[in-house]
């Protein structure tokens, strides 16, 4: 079993893309209230002092097979949380003065 942590979620899988004079004209994804509902309470992120935040962030993509999905960040993952403290640190380490 890989021991890779992810930071997204598979939410489902999309219809394949539209193609307009060979180019990749646009992809749809279709949600239902209770998934929407269930994605906004779970994955989106905190809203802050000035009100920003608060967002769901969906990315459609295609597996290796050949098939496309789309998935959601999940801020509150394993893997987002420590890209977040590495990050964290990264800045803290270069507002040192020596």
Same mark, same amino acid.
């Given at each position: 079993?890989?021991d890779?942590?992810?930071?997204?979620? &598979? *939410?489902? %899988?999309?219809?394949? #893309?539209? /193609?307009y004079?060979?180019k &990749?004209?646009?992809?749809?994804? +279709? =949600? +239902? *209230?209770?998934? &929407?509902?269930?994605?906004?309470?779970? %994955?989106?992120? #905190?809203?802050?002092?000035?009100?920003?935040?608060?967002? *769901? /962030?969906? +990315? &459609?993509? *295609?597996?290796?097979?050949?098939? /496309? %999905?789309?998935?959601? =960040?999940? %801020?509150?993952?394993e893997? @987002?949380?420590? +890209?977040? @403290? @590495?990050r964290?640190?990264?800045?803290?380490?270069?507002?040192? #003065? =020596?």
């Amino acid at each position: 079993m890989s021991d890779t942590k992810y930071d997204s979620v &598979l *939410v489902g %899988y999309t219809e394949e #893309p539209r /193609y307009y004079d060979g180019k &990749l004209s646009s992809w749809s994804v +279709k =949600f +239902k *209230v209770a998934e &929407l509902q269930e994605m906004i309470d779970k %994955y989106a992120t #905190p809203v802050n002092e000035q009100g920003e935040g608060g967002n *769901v /962030y969906c +990315k &459609l993509g *295609v597996s290796k097979a050949n098939n /496309y %999905y789309t998935t959601v =960040f999940d %801020y509150n993952s394993e893997a @987002a949380q420590e +890209k977040r @403290a @590495a990050r964290h640190a990264e800045t803290v380490a270069d507002e040192m #003065p =020596f």
